[in-house]
């Protein structure tokens, strides 16, 4: 059997609302991009969404707005996907990474202990789809505003740190009862091809910074800076008579296409009643079949409120190397069986390692990384299917832990 690991999910009415595009005339932004937002707000109940054309662009553009420039520190796990860490240095800063806890999140503590009169930003992630602790974080910038070194307009607007949350993996998590997107200032989701929403490539911004910010002039503001700060779109611009515009900002050029952002429209409408539905089925499987196995560390999935957007299955083997866990996904790969590991703490990749952050200062991400295998987790996987990962994958433990019991 073959299980590839994240295939896209795409269905007759995904293909039929791409066509509509295709056949409309109109395929950068335009009508299925703002529809596209509109069905994000509704779903995640947060006031204003902007889609552009990617997490990363999107995190720039935050930074970029702040007015980030060359000494401010943005604090981030060292447990992440590397694009957490490049978004703060485009935009001109520097990452100031911290060890996480062992649900795999960013650790409140270690946040507070790395708050300098440089920091401007912390930008914690829901690894796997778990939301962090968010009560502690937004807790934190409060009581840390004192030291807060506000150096332009905005920044004196907010008095404090700003919270950027990487919900690349959460669409659709909640955390005590709040949906992902409404938890901080500023949330970002992925659109990329493999995570639970997708419109092959792209990003959406949550807008939900405090007053005296007034995020519907925040979204039309941003909406320009994402498209050269050109004030008119393509799309008005192409009626009869309008074709005089100015540009007002050096903007960025990042925005959605509406041929995109059609697959996003077709996946969202099944969304809440089919994907999301079944994600969880499938999570609570695998943790139904592993939780019987002595060698099985599961990962979080609800408690209290907060419960998971399933974006991965990250499955733990208690007591293993990283060699032997290097072992168990070659064994599992015979089996036809695609997994992963999510994520490689930063400072194993060599540009971080090359810029100083040595794994060292990062234990726990390291012991979070060293025996992580993520299962496939998407819809279109059967019971049969499933039973089959189970299988490989709990074989393939047996087999390495009987060959070398005591590395
Ligand atoms: C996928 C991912 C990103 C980057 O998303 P893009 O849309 O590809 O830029 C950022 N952070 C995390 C944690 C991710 O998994």
Redesign the pocket.
């Known amino acids: 059997m073959k299980i590839p690991f994240s295939p896209p999910y795409i269905d007759e009415q995904i293909k039929k609302e791409v066509m509509d595009s295709l056949d409309s005339g109109w395929i950068t932004t335009g009508p299925k991009v703002k529809e596209l937002e509109y069905q994000i707000e509704e779903f995640t109940k947060v006031q204003r969404v902007l889609c552009v054309n990617?997490?990363?662009s999107a995190a720039i553009l935050m930074l970029k707005w702040f007015g980030l420039k060359q000494g401010d520190e943005v604090i981030i796990p060292s447990y992440?996907?590397s694009?957490?860490a490049l978004s703060v240095i485009h935009a001109g800063g520097t990452p100031v990474m911290v060890d996480v806890n062992d649900d795999f999140n960013i650790s409140a503590t270690n946040i507070e202990k790395a708050i300098t009169k440089n920091t401007k930003a912390i930008i914690p992630?829901d690894i796997a789809g778990w939301p962090c602790d968010y009560d502690a974080i937004n807790n934190l910038v409060q009581e840390k505003s004192k030291i807060f070194n506000a150096e332009n307009e905005i920044q004196s607007r907010l008095g404090r740190i700003l919270v950027i949350s990487?919900a690349?993996?959460s669409l659709g998590a909640e955390y005590k009862g709040k949906s992902s997107g409404k938890l901080t200032d500023v949330t970002i989701f992925?659109?990329?091809a493999v995570?639970n929403i997708t419109t092959a490539?792209?990003?959406a911004i949550c807008l939900n910074l405090p007053q005296p910010f007034n995020n519907d002039e925040l979204y039309s503001q941003l909406r320009c800076y994402s498209l050269n700060g050109q004030t008119k779109d393509a799309f008005t611009k192409s009626k009869a008579g309008a074709w005089r515009y100015d540009i007002i900002y050096p903007g960025l050029k990042i925005n959605m296409p509406d041929v995109l952002a059609a697959i996003g429209l077709g996946q969202l409408r099944v969304y809440g009643n089919h994907i999301l539905p079944k994600r969880k089925e499938i999570f609570e499987f695998y943790s139904n079949y592993f939780k019987n196995k002595d060698w099985s560390i599961l990962p979080p999935f609800k408690s209290g409120g907060t419960i998971s957007s399933c974006h991965l299955y990250a499955l733990r083997v208690n007591g293993i190397s990283e060699s032997q866990r290097d072992l168990i996904i070659e064994e599992i790969s015979k089996t036809g069986v695609a997994v992963n590991v999510h994520f490689q703490p930063l400072p194993l990749l060599s540009l971080f390692k090359n810029l100083g952050y040595d794994i060292s200062s990062f234990p726990n991400a390291f012991e979070q990384y060293k025996n992580e295998i993520s299962l496939p987790i998407y819809p279109q996987l059967n019971e049969k299917e499933l039973e089959y990962v189970c299988n490989s994958v709990s074989e393939a433990v047996q087999k390495v832990i009987e060959l070398q019991p005591s590395i």
């Open positions: 990617s997490w990363t992440t996907y694009a957490t992630v990487d690349a993996h992925s659109l990329h995570k490539e792209g990003g």
